[in-house]
C-alpha cells in the first residue's frame, strides 16, 4: 500500500471516500465539475460472454446431478414400496397359508394387471392400505411361480443403476434365460416371495 506525500493512512483512507462519494455529489454527468469517464466503466463483450458460459456450464452440472437425484428418490420410492409389499405378503401367507395365486394359468393378462390384483387382494385382507402405484418411467409387476425358491415374485425396474446380473439392493435373481436372471444384465429388482 502507498500514501501520497506527507499523508497518514487515516487521511488517505479520508481522500478515497471522498472521491467515491464525489461521484453522489454531482448534479449531472455533463457538469464540468465531473469527469464522466471516472464514472462509465462497464464489462467489455467478452467478460461477458465467458460469465454467461461459465453459468451456462455449471447450471449444466447442477441440473445433471438433480436428474441424477430424482432418479435415485423415485428407485428408492420402489425399493420401499416393494418392502412394503412383501411384509403384507408374509402376513397374506400366515394368515391363508399361500401368497395370492396369479399365474397365465388361472389369471389371462400382463403381469401388471397380476400385480393389481395381488395388491387388491393384499388390501382387502387389510395388510396394505392401498394399492402402490410406480412412479414415472415404469410398472410394478407380480407373477406366481409357486414353490420354495420363487413363490410370488415381484418385479420392476431401477432406473439409477446399470444393467448388472448382480441382484441389487438385496434383491432375488433366481433364473438364467427370464426376467430377473443371474446371466442377462438388466436394471430389474425383483423380490421373491417364497411359498413353502
Known amino acids: 500500500m502507498f500514501y501520497l506525500k506527507n499523508e497518514t493512512p487515516l487521511e488517505n483512507h479520508k481522500t478515497k471516500a471522498n472521491s467515491f462519494f464525489s461521484f453522489f455529489q454531482c448534479k449531472s454527468l455533463s457538469a464540468g465539475s465531473c469527469d464522466r469517464r471516472n464514472f462509465l466503466t462497464g464489462f467489455t463483450l467478452i467478460e461477458l460472454l465467458v460469465v ?67 395388491a387388491t387382494d393384499l388390501v382387502n385382507a387389510g395388510f396394505l392400505a392401498q394399492i402402490p402405484t410406480s412412479p414415472t418411467g415404469s410398472t410394478y409387476q407380480y407373477y406366481y411361480y409357486g414353490g420354495s425358491t420363487v413363490g410370488g ?40 416371495n417364497v411359498d413353502n
Request: some cysteine; proline content about 5%; charged content about 15%.
Open 153 to 192: 415374485i415381484l418385479v420392476t425396474t431401477l432406473e439409477s443403476i446399470q444393467n448388472t446380473t448382480v441382484p441389487p439392493y438385496g434383491s432375488c435373481r433366481p433364473f438364467t434365460n427370464n426376467w430377473c436372471s443371474s446371466t442377462i444384465a438388466s436394471k430389474y429388482y425383483c423380490l421373491c
Open 52 to 118: 454467461i458460459s461459465i453459468i451456462g456450464l455449471l447450471s449444466s452440472v447442477v441440473l445433471a446431478s438433480l436428474n441424477n437425484a430424482r432418479a435415485k428418490a423415485r428407485d428408492t420410492r420402489r425399493i420401499q414400496d416393494f418392502k412394503q409389499i412383501s411384509t403384507a405378503l408374509y402376513l397374506y401367507y400366515d394368515k391363508y397359508g399361500t401368497v395370492p395365486v396369479y399365474n397365465n394359468s388361472n389369471s389371462p393378462g400382463s403381469h401388471q394387471i397380476k400385480f393389481e390384483k395381488m
